[in-house]
């Protein structure tokens, strides 16, 4: 039997608490086989940042304390990565080199961001893969260019002027859908490994934060069900998504799981991206903290269990951050009711909870 445990997006600010809390979720993760996760920032202290709303990283120090929490692999692809340049970016890889972590989903070439790592246990193998749909600038890697692995997305809007006579200066709907010569270099990644494995999880950055959905928009943007289904045909067994920083819908589809948004796992300064923050400057609008409210603190720790004869079972273990963004067990009735919210918002999946933990039906 193998373990893997997967969880969405880690930034952190300052080390981690020693405390009760703490250990249990450390606990959750070395009790896996594989731990894997998304690295929501470069981790330099070097570069200049390019010019973007949000530039985020990570003092180097501060890796050291992600991979005391248990983590095998990470995912590096997201639109952050090139937040300090291309000297950050390298910067980066070369502190995972230096301390033997492995990373997907970014390279100094297309090639070598697209390349599968696997890892292994016993006769388990695993392949994980990482991609991007939401590229910030010059962030996406090239035949000759560092960078991640980038699904790039088409936008088209949809104006009903009789609606908008009623309702002017609301939203148009907007349809998306993603790069063709993308998805095939997606799925050529899992078929190089298709059958070397026992199992392929692919982390997906992708989505729209619910404070930038128009209010009648709200969930999946349309790319996301047309690359999560090709993943899926292509041989992933399960896709865990992240960049939302909430907790989105699970989708069964031919019997394999798509975690549309795992929410934050560690996020520091997790008030978000107001004007006061050091890592925002110069916001084009206006946003209220009183907007984020519990949503965008509970997250899930997914725990893939693959059994000897190739079965999988997945466990939902609910979190909830506290106020300076760090993660702790949900227990008892909170616990129940995360679970039940991820139940009522996954129609096309069926969430049960056993003793506050969730387990997901792939039948």
Same mark, same amino acid.
């Given at each position: 039997?193998?373990?893997?445990?997967?969880?969405?997006?880690?930034?952190?600010?300052?080390?981690?608490?020693?405390?009760?809390?703490?250990?249990?979720?450390?606990?959750?993760?070395?009790?896996?086989?594989?731990?894997?996760?998304?690295?929501?920032?470069?981790?330099?202290?070097?570069?200049?940042?390019?010019?973007?709303?949000?530039?985020?990283?990570?003092?180097?120090?501060?890796?050291?304390?992600?991979?005391?929490?248990?983590?095998?692999?990470?995912?590096?692809?997201?639109?952050?990565?090139?937040?300090?340049? %291309?000297?950050?970016?390298?910067?980066?890889?070369?502190?995972?080199?230096?301390?033997?972590?492995?990373?997907?989903?970014?390279?100094?070439?297309?090639?070598?961001?697209?390349?599968?790592?696997?890892?292994?246990?016993?006769?388990?193998?695993?392949?994980?893969?990482?991609?991007?749909?939401?590229?910030?600038?010059?962030?996406?890697?090239?035949?000759?260019?560092?960078?991640?692995?980038?699904?790039?997305?088409?936008?088209?809007?949809?104006?009903?002027?009789?609606?908008?006579?009623?309702?002017?200066?609301?939203?148009?709907?907007?349809?998306?859908?993603?790069?063709?010569?993308?998805? %095939?270099?997606?799925?050529?990644?899992?078929?190089?490994?298709?059958?070397?494995?026992?199992?392929?999880?692919?982390?997906?950055?992708?989505?729209?934060?619910?404070?930038?959905?128009?209010?009648?928009?709200?969930?999946?943007?349309?790319?996301?069900?047309?690359?999560?289904?090709?993943?899926?045909?292509?041989?992933?067994?399960?896709?865990?998504?992240?960049?939302?920083?909430?907790?989105?819908?699970?989708?069964?589809?031919?019997?394999?799981?798509?975690?549309?948004?795992?929410?934050?796992?560690?996020?520091?300064?997790?008030?978000?991206?107001?004007? %006061?923050?050091?890592?925002?400057?110069?916001?084009?609008?206006?946003?209220?903290?009183?907007?984020?409210?519990?949503?965008?603190?509970?997250?899930?720790?997914?725990?893939?269990?693959?059994?000897?004869?190739?079965?999988?079972?997945?466990?939902?273990?609910?979190?909830?951050?506290?106020?300076?963004?760090?993660?702790?067990?949900?227990?008892?009735?909170?616990?129940?009711?995360?679970?039940?919210?991820?139940?009522?918002?996954?129609?096309?999946?069926?969430?049960?909870?056993?003793?506050?933990?969730?387990?997901?039906?792939?039948?």
């Amino acid at each position: 039997m193998a373990t893997v445990a997967m969880v969405g997006d880690i930034f952190l600010q300052q080390p981690l608490p020693d405390n009760s809390a703490m250990a249990e979720v450390i606990d959750a993760l070395k009790s896996a086989d594989f731990a894997f996760g998304n690295l929501e920032t470069p981790v330099t202290k070097g570069g200049e940042p390019i010019e973007k709303w949000i530039n985020m990283r990570m003092p180097p120090d501060l890796l050291d304390d992600v991979t005391a929490m248990g983590f095998h692999v990470l995912t590096l692809a997201n639109n952050h990565m090139m937040d300090y340049g %291309e000297y950050g970016f390298v910067d980066t890889l070369t502190h995972f080199v230096q301390r033997d972590l492995t990373y997907v989903g970014a390279g100094l070439t297309i090639d070598l961001a697209w390349e599968a790592k696997i890892v292994g246990k016993g006769d388990f193998d695993v392949a994980f893969l990482g991609a991007a749909s939401t590229l910030g600038p010059l962030s996406a890697a090239g035949p000759d260019r560092p960078g991640v692995a980038p699904i790039h997305v088409s936008e088209s809007y949809a104006v009903d002027p009789h609606a908008s006579m009623e309702q002017p200066g609301s939203a148009p709907y907007v349809h998306t859908r993603a790069w063709q010569e993308d998805i %095939e270099r997606a799925l050529a990644a899992i078929e190089a490994v298709l059958y070397d494995v026992d199992l392929i999880v692919v982390a997906m950055h992708w989505g729209v934060p619910p404070f930038w959905r128009s209010r009648f928009q709200d969930g999946l943007a349309d790319y996301q069900i047309e690359v999560g289904h090709a993943l899926i045909d292509a041989g992933a067994d399960v896709i865990v998504g992240h960049h939302p920083h909430s907790l989105g819908e699970v989708e069964i589809y031919k019997g394999k799981p798509i975690f549309y948004s795992l929410g934050n796992f560690v996020f520091h300064h997790n008030q978000g991206p107001a004007a %006061e923050t050091p890592v925002s400057r110069n916001a084009p609008y206006g946003l209220s903290l009183a907007r984020r409210d519990r949503n965008w603190s509970e997250s899930l720790i997914v725990v893939a269990e693959l059994d000897d004869e190739g079965e999988i079972a997945y466990r939902l273990v609910p979190v909830l951050l506290d106020d300076l963004g760090n993660p702790a067990l949900l227990k008892g009735e909170e616990a129940e009711a995360l679970i039940k919210r991820l139940d009522a918002m996954s129609p096309q999946a069926a969430i049960s909870h056993v003793d506050g933990i969730g387990h997901l039906s792939v039948v």
